[in-house]
């Protein structure tokens, strides 16, 4: 089986759609040995921050000298990016031979169940030290919920997938919640909400409890930007202790290291001096972006806003979010399926709001960034989909900091 093959296969489970339930993964799981048992492992849940919380875990780890596996999703630009270690994406060959050896067992198993147990077996085969695991939906019916790990982390709790989550924030902190295990020591912030059900599963399933103050990180020097990821930091550093308590060698000089160096793109990211993208796609993320926003509003610059947002999301709560910061919102369509069309958008933007549709992303924030100028900025954001597609036309490798010059030259970006 040849790569393109077996993403093509891997892609036609989306037939299946979301499935939540770990009967299925259970059972492919078992007729791979297990192979989720044979490392060490973190596992991240919440609505918002799961990557970052990640980014930062596994860049400590790393330089603490470990082998270090990362698994999340979605991805923005390639399908191995979900799968890492010690940064380096899955190769193509190992893709084409795990999945050929999944697929005798594969029966009416999802898209996320097929690349879960590609993800562990990979890490498996590899020999990893540690794996960062990030849950896909929810926590207590998501498919990564096979691994019994070192450390739970409910980054925090907040409305979205509703249909699959319930629609109280106590339903929903009972679903992340599901990842905390037996004994299993875990981690969230003090301010998460829905803290008394995770502290009430906690009591039930002996588990210690560690609540994460955003201070703990005061003093580190960290590359990714805004107020939010001191919250996802404290987080990451509560988590490592945690791991170092258990034994884990884990230096003052590798913290200071990794988090400094740990990255994750498209999260408040500046791409040019005069852009930003942001993945927020969902109120808790754009109420985060807006409060950044809101300190360029205060030195005195305009919010060129480029927005594209999946119809299944709560639309009416991302744009009174950001489109009150906006000089003016450029609205603008990703090429997939899920794409809200720029009119349903438009339905939820102020009426005294300047609108522009402009379909295409990379020439909508073209525009955006000519409106702004140099004193401006312009801004895209409302869907990993849409921020992972202007990726694809100017940074095809989100996690190196060059531009591809070729597509500039080939006039398909003029970023």
Known sequence: MKYNEALKYIYSRELFGVKL???????????????????????????????????????????????????????????????????????????????????????????????????FFYFSQEKVDFAVIEVGLGGRLDATNTIIPEVSVITNVDFDHLEHLGETIDDIAFEKAGIIKEGVDAVTSENCRGLKVIKKICKERGCRLYLARKETGKGLKMEMHGNFQKQNASLALKALEILRGKGHKISAEAVNSG??????????????????????????????????LKKFRKKGKNIYLVIGIMKDKDIKGICSQLAPLAKE????????????????????????????????????????????????????????????????????EPFNNKVDKRSVKEGKSNL
């Not at 969902?282 to 985060?288: C, I």
Request: net charge positive; glycine share 6%; charged share 25%.
């Open 21 to 119: 339930g770990l009967k299925n993964i259970t059972n492919l799981l078992e007729n791979l040995g297990n192979p989720q048992n044979n490392f060490k492992s973190i596992h991240v849940a919440g609505t918002n921050g799961k990557g970052s919380t990640c980014a930062f875990i596994s860049s400590v780890l790393q330089k603490q000298g470990y082998k270090v596996g990362v698994y999340t999703s979605p991805h923005l630009v390639d399908f191995r990016e979900r799968i890492r270690i010690n940064g380096k994406k899955i190769p193509k060959k190992d893709v084409a031979a795990i999945l050929a050896k999944i697929k005798p067992f594969v029966k009416e198993h999802t898209f996320f169940e097929i690349v879960t147990a590609l993800a």
């Open 259 to 292: 988090m400094k160096s740990a990255k994750w793109p498209g999260r408040l990211e500046f791409i040019k001096k005069n852009l930003i993208f942001d993945c927020a796609h969902n109120p808790a993320g754009a109420k985060a972006l807006a409060n950044e």
């Open 329 to 396: 919102i450029i609205i603008t369509k990703a090429k997939v399926a899920r794409a809200a069309m720029p009119e349903k958008i438009a339905k939820f933007i102020p009426n005294q709001k300047k609108v522009a549709v402009v379909g295409d992303v990379a020439e909508a924030l073209e525009y955006a960034r000519l409106k702004a100028g140099k004193d401006n900025l312009a801004v895209l954001s409302g869907s990993i989909f849409t921020v992972g597609e202007a990726f694809a036309r100017i940074r095809p």
